[in-house]
């Protein structure tokens, strides 16, 4: 193995110094910001062992298969399956599948209505091409503006196999790096399309006026991103998601203007409607409230589209915005909609740690730092409160660099979020205590400062380290940075078809709010092109193979499912209302966070996980019946809203536990302690695992169904990675 | 620290507000100044009090849904979003005032949070590239300039938070308005609808109940990611070539 091949990161040297990109020497806030370091080992498909991959441990599987940690806790249903993509070659199927999709005639297209929950980037693309197509189209989100849905937030960059570096590029090394990326849980059939329409995704965002970043002759630039060889990500700046959720939210105001799509501000979706009307139950539309009148209001449709984003604000502290919440994805579950993996969470090494109890969200900082910055906690815990800088070296524990001396701080983002907890749990952590320890590791540039001159490194991370200076008000040249993981991508979500139908019929879901695409990790850069391709691509032609069947039997407000599912909302909110208990909606969300974080996070085993479930439900017990929301519904009432979510994150809480707690195996982001190699490593168990978790709803007291869909690997050969 | 809080409250739209004076003790200068809100409305929700409404979202700077007036000035004494702004930035013993923005085109649904929606309808009116989904030709087809891109870059990275409207004397919106007609001006995109679209715009700010620009600068002084008043002489331009042609 080179030293390159061995570093992941050398790509990214490599290209430096960025010379010709717009923006990017004073600009390091984008170059990385989802280096996923060695996600994607630097291999082709055929040198696996080459590059830092395995062959598969064997693994004690009839021990396994006896043992299921999480019996007594769910129910098993019956296997489910895509129906929906076609057999034959993976990279025929997109086609086939367009082809096949009924077509609905222009005229008929006004006639049919749909309902569009979420204005990231995948909801707005949506209603935006469906509004084009000449559907009726409710945009609905909680937000004053389409405009801020959270997808504004990231920074790196969207991946599309364009080949434009001609450095090897193709759909199918996409579509393998993602498949491998997500550690082999993900289904082939969908990822190969996703990776099949990234190149238009670029198209469509230049036409729109996407300010890319450009070379000198006016071409586009592109950079290498997560430690993959090729240069396949386009970027703005660090501002990617901004740019290209703006380009959708002005096709989406072209709609508006054009009269085929209508849209409802500061309204959330509180309840989805479910109708039979005799051709078997249907998503017919959605109860929501007018967050500034209180007014519940039912809209009805022939189609629903659920665009509502991650559900990581279950661990209250997250990257997610503060309202980010899964309760339209919930209120789903709760009408029939699988919800699969809900365990899968990507955590983010390098966030700017909690400063204290009043710790709103977490900032994520470009992971590019760790191309350069050491990252040590001290090795004594007496020495945890000194100034680092009096620390002598041979007191610092480097300690990446000790247990993984070939990738050092370069380890995979799960690996370096791992360790760091550890070393705080051992009491090594540094910074302020927050609770009962200090939650916080160094990341040092005195090394890289000197070695590379502090212009240099300014030059480079000048903009990460105004950020970190800004909110932490330490000077990061003068004094090491504190780092700590956080939550930043939930790779779970509802389970869909290949035509992003849920198992409801009619309810169809994009972007973060399903699971299809990512397995159980996603790659840095795949998150927008995901959303894009879902919302502009992939969903306007599929839905029309649902549509070409309606308009659908009309039906009103009056209808029993639809008073019953008003009467449920307004139900909750009165009770809210009433409770007048003592304790504050924020407390609860902080202390299932809490819980979430220490037993439900980066590292998981069988008897903390079982101590979640319990505490979960303590504490769900307690908030309904001593909560404290004051005020009326008729007017804005954050505090209202805020319960809501708090209500249903404390039942999705518990579905992740039993979900980690069934998987008894290490894959993706995600460490079981009871599954790894003998050396400490996470070890992935396909014998018995290989397969999608698609939970449905067991009702108020029952056990969650577990719904098990087998995920084949036909193009693609399951392989263990190693980082030793 | 210890601080006395003024804040504008205000139960609804239509309703009379007042300013409301709350002293608040043990701030951590490390907090966010939302989050000193934070601290504050769980110590009112706590006493009985109904929490003070104001809108935030993402708290990293880029959303563009957070907004207050602080002493007076908007996003307060920093050049950040008021998300961003930390409370070392006070001292112990201040008073602060916290308003919402104040603009006929900004109506107050409560307390500091107010209605922008203005913004949106004047994005309708133009403030696009009309073209369908899989209409476009490959992304390489038209190279663009990289100094057009980067100008077209640094206008697009509007937030639209509205401290350009709060804090103009005339409640103008000239510099959200140029951004967007800089940022497409400035692409080849962009060209076809150039004219129609600074009109259009233009006439559904006016509309909206915004003021005119009378060159002051006090909406660059406050905007949180910097764009430059020069935007305000390529709309300027714009609309001059435009009422040209019409004629």
């Known amino acids: 193995m080179s030293p390159q091949e061995k570093d992941p990161m050398a790509t990214n040297e490599n290209e430096a110094p960025h010379g010709t990109a717009m923006g990017t020497s004073s600009d390091p806030v984008g170059q990385a910001e989802e280096l996923a370091p060695a996600e994607v080992a630097n291999e082709s498909p055929s040198q696996g062992a080459a590059a830092g991959v395995t062959a598969p441990v064997s693994t004690p599987a009839a021990d396994r298969a006896d043992h299921d940690d999480a019996a007594g806790y769910y129910t098993t249903g019956a296997p489910i399956a895509d129906t929906k993509a076609p057999a034959g070659p993976v990279e025929r199927r997109w086609t086939e599948r367009v082809f096949n999709a009924k077509l609905v005639n222009p005229a008929n297209r006004r006639r049919l209505s749909v309902i569009v929950v979420g204005t990231g980037l995948a909801g707005s693309s949506a209603a935006a091409t469906l509004g084009e197509a000449g559907y009726h189209v409710d945009a609905f989100f909680y937000q004053d503006s389409p405009r801020r849905a959270h997808s504004i937030a990231a920074q790196g960059g969207i991946n599309a196999a364009k080949n434009y570096k001609e450095d090897g590029d193709s759909i199918y090394r996409l579509f393998y790096d993602t498949v491998k990326g997500g550690d082999y849980r993900a289904r082939e059939s969908n990822v190969y399309r996703l990776a099949e329409v990234s190149a238009n995704i670029i198209d469509q965002c230049v036409a729109q006026g996407v300010p890319f970043a450009r070379e000198y002759g006016g071409l586009l630039d592109n950079r290498s991103f997560g430690g993959v060889q090729v240069s396949r990500t386009f970027y703005a700046r660090g501002q990617t998601g901004q740019q290209l959720l703006i380009g959708a939210y002005q096709a989406l105001e072209r709609q508006v203007a054009a009269g085929t799509v209508k849209t409802h501000a500061r309204h959330e979706m509180l309840e989805l409607v479910v109708v039979d009307d005799g051709s078997g139950p249907r998503a017919r539309g959605i109860v929501t409230r007018d967050m500034v009148t209180g007014e519940i209001e039912t809209h009805l449709a022939d189609a629903v589209v659920l665009a509502s984003g991650g559900y990581g604000n279950v661990f209250f502290l997250s990257t997610n915005a503060m309202g980010c919440n899964v309760t339209a994805a919930w209120r789903a579950h709760r009408k029939g909609a699988h919800f699969a993996n809900p365990c899968y969470t990507q955590i983010h090494p390098t966030c700017i740690p909690v400063s204290g109890e009043h710790q709103s969200k977490l900032t994520l900082m470009s992971e590019s730092l760790r191309n350069d910055g050491r990252i040590w906690v001290p090795k004594n815990a007496e020495d945890c409160d000194k100034d680092p800088r009096d620390i002598p070296e041979e007191d610092r524990d480097y300690y990446l660099e000790r247990i993984y001396p070939s990738f050092g701080n370069l380890v995979p983002r799960d690996i370096a979020s791992r360790q760091a907890k550890n070393m705080c749990d051992e009491g090594r952590g540094v910074g302020p205590m927050v609770g009962d320890q200090r939650r916080g590791v160094y990341l040092d540039f005195a090394e890289a400062i000197e070695r590379m001159g502090r212009s240099a490194v300014e030059a480079k991370y000048g903009n990460l380290f105004d950020m970190y200076a800004r909110i932490t008000g330490e000077d990061p040249y003068a004094t090491p940075m504190r780092i700590y993981p956080a939550v930043h991508y939930t790779m779970g979500g509802l389970w869909v078809d290949y035509d992003l139908q849920s198992s409801i019929p009619g309810l169809f879901v994009a972007g973060e709010a399903n699971f299809s695409d990512h397995g159980a990790n996603r790659l840095g850069a795949s998150a927008l092109m995901q959303g894009l391709a879902d919302g502009y691509f992939v969903l306007p032609n599929t839905i029309r193979d649902y549509l070409a069947d309606g308009p659908f039997p009309k039906i009103t407000d009056d209808d029993p499912e639809v008073r019953a599912a008003r009467a449920n909302v307004q139900e909750r909110i009165d009770h809210f209302l009433s409770v007048n208990g003592s304790r504050s909606v924020d407390s609860f969300h902080r202390e299932l966070g809490h819980i979430m974080w220490e037993y439900c996070g980066m590292e998981r085993s069988a008897e903390g996980l079982r101590t979640a479930i319990e505490k979960i439900r303590a504490l769900r017990e307690e908030f309904w019946r001593d909560v404290r929301v004051l005020g009326t519904n008729d007017s804005l009432n954050q505090a209202l809203e805020r319960a809501g979510r708090v209500a249903d994150f404390l039942e999705l809480g518990e579905l992740m536990c039993i979900d980690a707690l069934h998987r008894r195996e290490s894959c993706g982001g995600h460490f079981r302690a009871e599954s790894q190699t003998p050396d400490g490593e996470a070890l992935r168990d396909d014998e018995n695992f290989a397969y999608v978790a698609a939970w449905e709803w067991g009702g108020e007291t029952g056990e969650p169904i577990l719904h098990k869909e087998d995920l084949v690997y036909e193009s693609v050969e399951m392989k263990q990675r190693s980082y030793k | ?247």
């Open chain 2, 1 to 247: 620290m210890n601080l006395t809080l003024k804040i504008w409250r205000q139960p609804n739209g239509s309703a009379t507000g007042e300013m409301v004076t709350y002293p608040i003790t043990d701030v951590s200068e490390d907090m966010s100044f939302l989050e000193m809100l934070d601290v504050l409305n769980e110590r009112l929700t706590a006493e009985g009090e109904e929490p003070v409404a104001f809108d935030s979202d993402c708290r990293e700077g880029i959303c563009g849904m957070c907004g207050l007036m602080i002493n007076g000035v908007a996003h307060g004494p920093e050049v950040t979003t008021t998300c961003q702004l930390h409370m070392r930035s006070f001292s112990d013993g201040d008073v602060v005032t916290i308003e919402p923005w104040r603009a006929s085109g900004f109506p107050v649904l409560r307390d500091l949070a107010v209605d922008r929606s203005a913004f949106d309808r004047i994005i309708d009116a133009g403030g696009y590239v009309s073209v369908n989904t899989g209409a476009a030709p490959d992304a390489h087809a038209t190279p663009v300039p990289k100094e057009n891109a980067e100008r077209a870059f640094d206008a697009a990275t509007c937030i639209s938070c509205g401290a350009c409207v709060a804090a103009c004397p005339n409640g103008s919106a000239s510099l959200f308005l140029g951004a967007k007609i800089t940022h497409l001006a400035e692409l080849p995109q962009g060209q076809a609808e150039r004219h129609t679209r600074v009109l259009n715009m233009v006439h559904q700010h006016d509309l909206e109940g915004f003021g005119g620009c009378t060159n002051i600068g006090e909406c660059t002084a406050v905007c949180p990611k910097e764009i430059p008043q020069d935007v305000i002489a390529t709309l300027n331009k714009d609309m001059r070539h435009a009422l040209w042609n019409r004629v």
